[in-house]
């Protein structure tokens, strides 16, 4: 069985049982790492997986938000 994390869809090497965690979804710095990654490629729109998934202007400063918001949640740094 080869796991595949539900949340950002990281293959893992194949088990019998899934890692208890991934350790992208869990560490700020891998989100960071691929919002970085991100930044070279000049885009404005996002098409998600689904029909009414589209980003239609200004995605790329969607994902820097996105990026920050989820970063800042894995710090335990958003307010409740």
Do not use: Q
């Not at 869809?9 to 049982?17: L, S, V």
């Not at 869990?26 to 589209?54: K, N």
């Not at 969607?62 to 710090?75: K, M």
């Amino acid at each position: 069985m080869t796991p595949v994390c539900a949340t950002c869809g990281a293959w893992f090497p194949d088990a019998d049982d899934p890692p208890a965690a991934c350790p992208i979804c869990e560490d700020d710095r891998e989100v960071e790492r691929i919002g970085a990654a991100l930044e070279p490629w000049p885009f404005e729109r996002i098409y998600g997986a689904w029909w009414d998934r589209v980003v239609p202007a200004a995605a790329k400063d969607a994902v820097r938000r996105s990026v920050g918001r989820y970063s800042a949640a894995l710090r335990g740094d958003l307010p409740l």
